[in-house]
């Protein structure tokens, strides 16, 4: 082949190949993020991410300790003896996780615990991860129930560890085998999702939560349970057990409210880009005055730069870190609100956590709500058609809650 004929090839082969690695890019770009270690259906089903796999977004560590994300895993060789804790608090739960223990590693998952916990016995759950010769070995409570089962999970091996919180009720399940199950007379409520380094070489991955005991707020037949307001232009119907909204502005709030509770749906928007949202810890009958958790899916060149906001950012006050939706397909989404503090995650990923550090307000305009609130879905605008369907929700347990008489629990 001749120089020029050559050079001119090559010339056309270098362009296809920039071009179909352009493409592959712009595909890998479009592309939902589903976290390691859930599945399509497991997204649908309500469960949530709470180590995505790649950063430390959503914990805060409670000690110097050397927490490194490494090969989608998160672990620790030293450090003081603490815990990388959730930003975010649940109470009732299915909790599952992959552990690698070294020989000598003591550590554990601490449930419904402190930030700082001292007393085991009494400021949390830890579900120890330790040596067979331990006093709590792996799967034991610590401080409350030793389990009976003789594993050894100290052998640098991936181990599978499954724990339920149910009210008084914990259970405990390590690679298949139920190791503990235990029932506390003076339970705790909601607390936060400990990972501990104690001692030795402890590493977590794929760490994923299911919410239990949350119920359905729309009944996929009727608005019962829901305020609607015929004078504003939005539009709600019911369509195939779905809640259609169509045109705006307007809204549809529940009779009920809430102030430190957890929200999941299933929302699916009916064209691109179209606005909407859900609004929280709202002034019952004041138009979309409280919180809102966006929902619009456009972004710019990057899902890490969404155009408005982006589905499950809040508002005017933090943008989600990375739009995880796409239009016209159903997505999931959980709220969980407890105190100042926010998050919400989209698609099984956390996308947006954040405190409100303003002052005190009744408000949520002008200052920090605390107060309870009701939970509103928003028509933005002409062009909102959008369907929401799987509603549920519930009002998370106190930190020290009460039990129900003994009349009650019959």
């Given amino acids: 082949m001749e120089r020029k004929n050559f050079v001119i090839a090559f010339s056309l082969l270098s362009a296809l ?16 993020w589903i976290p390691a270690g859930l599945s399509e259906k497991e997204v649908a089903e309500g469960w949530i991410a709470l180590f995505d796999g790649k950063t430390k977004y959503g914990w805060r560590s409670e000690s110097e300790v050397d927490w490194v994300v490494r090969d989608g895993a998160i672990g620790a060789t030293r450090g003081k003896v603490g815990l990388l804790r959730t930003t975010s608090q649940f109470d009732n739960f ?3 996780l992959e552990f690698n223990a070294g020989k000598k590693t003591n550590s554990g998952v601490f449930i419904r615990t402190s ?3 001292t007393n085991p016995a009494g400021d949390c759950y830890e579900i120890n991860i330790a040596p067979r010769d331990n006093a709590f070995p792996t799967g034991s409570i610590v401080a409350r129930k030793k389990s009976g089962v003789d594993l050894d999970t100290n052998d640098s091996k991936w181990h599978t560890m499954e724990i339920v919180a149910k009210g ?15 029932r506390d007379a003076k339970p705790l409520g909601r607390g936060y999702i400990g990972l501990q380094f104690n001692s030795g070489e402890i590493q977590f991955r794929n760490v994923r939560l299911k919410p239990l005991q949350l119920q359905s707020i729309f009944n996929g037949k009727n608005f019962d349970g829901w305020n609607q307001y015929p004078q504003m232009k939005s539009k709600f119907t019911v369509e195939n057990q779905s809640m259609r909204v169509k045109n705006g502005s307007g809204q549809i709030e529940t009779k009920s409210s809430y102030g430190d509770f957890i929200l999941q749906l299933r929302c699916k928007t009916n064209a691109p880009k179209l606005n909407s949202g859900i609004f929280f810890r ?3 009958g004041q138009k979309m005055n409280g919180y809102e958790s966006q929902i619009q899916n456009g972004y710019k060149e990057k899902r890490t730069q969404p155009e408005d906001c982006g589905t499950g950012g809040i508002f005017r006050r933090k943008n989600a870190r990375i739009v995880n939706a796409d239009d016209q397909q159903w997505f999931s989404k959980t709220i969980v609100a407890v105190g100042p503090h926010f998050a919400v995650w989209v698609n099984g990923l956390q996308v947006s956590d954040w405190t409100d550090k303003r002052k005190k307000n009744d408000n949520p305009r002008r200052g920090l709500r605390l107060k309870a609130g009701t939970i509103m879905i928003q028509g933005h605008d002409p062009t909102t058609d959008l369907l929401f369907k799987d509603l549920f929700a519930k009002e998370l347990d106190a930190r020290r809650p009460k039990l129900p008489s003994k009349e009650n629990q019959k």
């Fill in 94 to 96: 299915i909790l599952r």
């Fill in 168 to 182: 008084q009720n914990i259970d405990v399940t390590v690679d298949g085998q139920k190791m503990t199950s235990y």
């Fill in 282 to 284: 709202c002034i019952a």
């Fill in 115 to 117: 930030p700082k916990p």
């Fill in 17 to 32: 190949i920039a071009v179909v690695a352009a493409a592959q890019e712009q595909t890998q770009k479009s592309k939902i």
